[in-house]
Nanobody
């Protein structure tokens, strides 16, 4: 079982930046996709960014394209999410997830269904 722990959340003003980090430990499957999801109060959990095994493919939700960047550091066993130009609409609990996907389409990679390992989440609050 893989363990995931998020860090780096906090409060920032609109236009600011934050960098989230997901530390991966335990049994790590090199075939896993890694992804960041977020969930705002009263809303469904949505995929924000995903990265393929080996880091060759990345997908982003339309709402964050050009502002967020997902990356992995194999040496540190982390998956990071750099978030720039933040707006109040980015306010949510952010979760790291890992899973083996049987379909590498953006819809699957940014969907919750095939991710079976989740972190506890880190809160991001953006004020106007």
């Amino acid at each position: 079982q893989v363990q995931l722990m998020e860090s780096g959340g906090g409060s920032v003003q609109s236009g600011g930046s934050l960098r989230l980090s997901c530390t991966v430990s335990g049994y790590t499957d090199s075939r896993n996709w890694m992804a960041w999801f977020r969930q705002a109060p009263g809303k469904e959990r949505e995929g924000v960014a995903a990265i393929s095994p080996g880091g060759t493919i990345t997908y982003y939700a339309d709402s964050v394209k050009g502002r967020f960047t997902i990356s992995e550091d194999k040496a540190e066993n982390t998956v990071d999410l750099q978030m720039n130009s933040l707006t109040p609409d980015d306010t949510a609990m952010y979760y790291c997830a890992a899973g083996f996907l049987d379909n590498w389409s953006p819809a699957v990679a940014l969907g919750v269904a095939q991710y079976n390992n989740w972190g506890q989440g880190t809160q991001v609050t953006v004020s106007s």
